[in-house]
């Protein structure tokens, strides 16, 4: 009798937690599914950005892996990176942040930092928007060799542009741009990256010149042992004033229309250019903020600031792209001329002096990364 008893309740407990354990399973496989939903959205912390992003925080958390998302908040992180360095060479100045929308589709960025101590002015932008493309833009993208259907023509793009124009003449001015580009048309989504980063000193530096180079040519070499080579070919020959017969500064990297290997290695590359930015310029800043300098050489930065001006509003694709774009937003197209410019008439530099070695070096771009350390000596 004990023994059945013993027996019967043995049962009841083993048919009672087996229920517990299926209910148990059960509502841990509606928990597991629950938790893989929430974690598959990527936790945004806007405290790295300038502002808060252009797209809405709850479009790029369930987008993790879309190429569109990526870029945003990789731009987005450079912005605020290169700023908070600006700022920190020029401690008493901040930059002004205005975030602005765009009634076509998707808005930007813009920081501007103006009469500092070490910057005259400084603007970093980025910019991510939507629409369609103008047949202006259609027509200088099917220039390039970019084979675009006909009519109406959505197009998607995010970039980050900047523009540094120093106080002192002897820190060179930079400017840097990484955009990536999407285009819909009947045959599907065409998508590229583009962007580069060059330097232009008032003064030539032939060591500033080599640790600029250097650095972006150890970026490329990490993807690429051909892109630098490339690229800053594409460079001298893209940043050249023709009706001066000159180059805007000592170059650095340019391309354009990439799209292979892979979106996913193109834009490891695109970030790894964009990275290099503060380490290929700020030690230049800090190497030469502080040089004395008399009028002379304050002039001779304005003339070639206004050199900087006729490039960009002549011929430079970005700005143009910028103009023909419907509901363009000027104030940060044009953030990129400097404060103050100047032109003389039929100006030319005497030969064997700062400013005539500077404009031979402008006319016969070098290779600086091979520049050897007699050439170096000769021209520091």
Not at 340 to 346: L, N
């Given at each position: ?16 937690r ?23 959205k990527?936790?945004?912390?806007t405290?790295?950005?300038?502002a ?5 925080l ?10 569109k ?20 060479e ?29 910057f ?148 490891e ?66 953030m ?11 100006h030319?530099?005497?030969?064997n002096?700062p ?26």
């Amino acid at each position: 009798m004990i023994f059945k008893v013993i027996v019967k309740n043995c049962c009841v407990v083993y048919h009672q937690r087996k229920r517990e354990f299926c209910k148990l399973r059960k509502y841990g496989t509606i928990f597991t599914g629950a938790l893989a939903i929430f974690t598959s959205k990527q936790t945004i912390n806007t405290e790295e950005f300038m502002a808060l992003p252009i797209t809405s925080l709850e479009h790029l958390s369930s987008q993790p892996n879309d190429m569109k998302t990526k870029m945003e908040l990789m731009i987005l992180k450079v912005q605020k990176e290169f700023c908070d360095a600006l700022e920190k060479e020029d401690d008493c100045s901040k930059f002004l942040v205005d975030r602005w929308q765009r009634k076509e589709g998707g808005g930007g960025i813009t920081c501007v930092l103006q009469d500092g101590q070490v910057f005259e002015k400084a603007g970093v932008n980025i910019s991510v928007v939507s629409g369609t493309l103008p047949a202006a833009a259609v027509a200088q993208m099917r220039s390039r060799g970019r084979k675009l259907g006909e009519g109406q023509l959505p197009f998607f793009a995010a970039g980050i542009s900047a523009v540094i124009h120093p106080v002192n003449p002897m820190v060179p001015t930079i400017h840097f741009n990484y955009r990536y580009f999407e285009v819909r048309d009947d045959e599907g989504t065409q998508w590229w990256f583009g962007g580069g980063t060059d330097l232009t000193p008032y003064y030539l530096n032939a060591a500033d010149a080599v640790h600029f180079h250097q650095t972006l040519k150890n970026a490329c070499d990490k993807h690429d042992k051909t892109y630098y080579g490339k690229f800053k070919k594409w460079c001298d020959d893209y940043f050249h004033i023709p009706h001066r017969g000159e180059r805007r500064g000592v170059g650095g990297i340019f391309f354009d229309d990439l799209d292979s290997p892979g979106s996913e290695e193109c834009f490891e590359f695109v970030t790894e250019c964009a990275n290099s930015v503060i380490p290929s310029y700020i030690p230049l800043v800090q190497r030469h903020k502080t040089a004395k300098y008399t009028n002379v050489e304050r002039e001779w930065q304005l003339l070639r600031r206004g050199r900087y001006v006729e490039f960009n509003l002549i011929y430079d694709r970005g700005t143009k792209f910028g103009l023909y774009t419907p509901g363009a937003r000027y104030e940060s197209i044009l953030m990129s001329l400097p404060l103050h410019a100047r032109w003389e008439y039929m100006h030319v530099p005497k030969e064997n002096t700062p400013e005539g070695e500077l404009l031979a070096v402008l006319r016969n771009p070098k290779d600086w990364v091979e520049y050897s350390c007699e050439d170096e000596n000769k021209t520091s």
